[in-house]
């Protein structure tokens, strides 16, 4: 219930880097969202301290993130305007600290050498090549999100972030037959409804901006024009 306030946090700091205009409308719409995702994923009964600071951290992080990541992208004076450039600056740290996090907390070689993944050489290859799937979807994916900031900004990724987790659920009961309890139901339709309104307040947004911007200069007429 915590990760669902990224949206939150994406707005905050949307605000404070000046990359959107605090508009009582857009706290609105982000609002219904959040309450959305609230509904569809309550139902936790067991509290954990550390558990909610790790996960209430995490959220906050992801909106820092991302904001600082649209300022990358859209400030040409910092001289990285490219998500390829992006990501060759961005991915060996990345790498690395989540490399070393993993060395130290999950043991990898551990399980590893006992795992049923890696006990022969079928495995081995069946094992990475599903890992080097993964990897292209996940890179493929990232590549998207920065394009999406690049050209928006981070609060229409965030959105588009609950857009995949509706899809997600919904395919989770096409597919695999999962029921939903009616408040799940209605957690959904609530963040379609701010999804829509969203996209409805970006067009109309983007409508009055068109209108400000080609507006029609008046050129004063040749007194020496000829018929």
Known sequence: ????????????????????????????????????????????????????????????????????????????????????????????????????????????????????????????????????IGGLLAFAMTLSELYLIKNTNTVTLSVAGISKEVVVISLSVLIYGDVLTSKTILGLIVSIAGIIWYNYYKLTKQSNNDKGQYQMIPLPLSKNLED
């Open 1 to 132: 219930m915590v990760k669902s306030s990224t949206p939150v946090w994406v707005l905050l700091f949307s605000f404070m880097f000046g990359f959107e205009k605090p508009r009582w409308r857009l706290v609105m719409i982000i609002f219904v969202i959040v309450s959305g995702v609230f509904l569809t994923v309550e139902g936790e009964t067991k509290f954990d301290t550390l558990g909610f600071t790790l996960v209430l951290v995490a959220a906050v992080a992801s909106g820092l993130r991302w904001n600082m990541t649209q300022l990358l992208l859209q400030q040409d004076r910092l001289g990285i305007h490219s998500p390829i450039a992006t990501l060759y600056y961005l991915s060996p740290i990345m790498f690395v600290t989540m490399l070393f996090l993993s060395l130290v907390i999950e043991h990898p070689i551990d399980q590893f050498r006992y795992s049923g993944h890696f006990d022969n050489a079928y495995h081995v290859v069946e094992s990475f090549g599903l890992m080097a």
